[in-house]
């Protein structure tokens, strides 16, 4: 194996054990602010083994919604909850435990049938994608194949996932109580809260006339 090969398998490690020792965090703690914190980490640290693998255009998407979006959402979300999960019995923790190594398991059986990076005989290789590799350059003049395939040839499809995905923002944010609401709700504290205040001046202005 070459250098460059080394390199890159030790860089895989390196992210996938940050995203172990993240995953374990997230499992364990209860503070949920500590916990948006540490998801908006994963899905960067996530991001970055995706354009490490030249998965570029996933790993724009995991940094904008995964580490972006989501993370504002759950924010806005953590708002009007508490601020700590409560705390659960082991036993119940013991289900989803399971769950986990099963999956795991099943994955990583998977990945036995998987073909070797770069094999020219691949699936991927020897079906439309080699077809795009071709022609890409000279319909589009672009270097990068994946900018032309999200772009023009599967065009209304991105178009379709970016308005699902403004669409549930928008959603989310109304959910929430942003925009006017909020402002709304503030000014009705405020005008709640200037009778109070007013109260405190004329009390002041009554003992000194006294």
Known sequence: MSEPDIGMALVNIVLLGLLFVVGIAIARLRSLFAIVMLSGIYSLVSAVWYVAVDAVDVGFTEAAVGAGMSTAVLLGAMLLTSRTAKPQKSLRQLGPLLVCIATGIMLIYATVDLPAVGDPNSPANTGVGLTYLRVAWFDTGIENVVTPVLG???????????????????????????????????????????????????????????
């Open 152 to 210: 023009s040839y599967r065009g209304f499809d991105t178009l379709g996932e970016t308005t699902v995905v403004f669409v549930a923002g928008i959603a989310v944010a109304l959910l929430l109580g942003f925009g006017e609401r909020s402002l709304a709700e503030t000014i009705r504290n405020e005008d709640k809260s200037l009778p109070k205040a007013n109260k405190k001046p004329e009390a002041e202005d009554e003992e000194t006339d006294a």
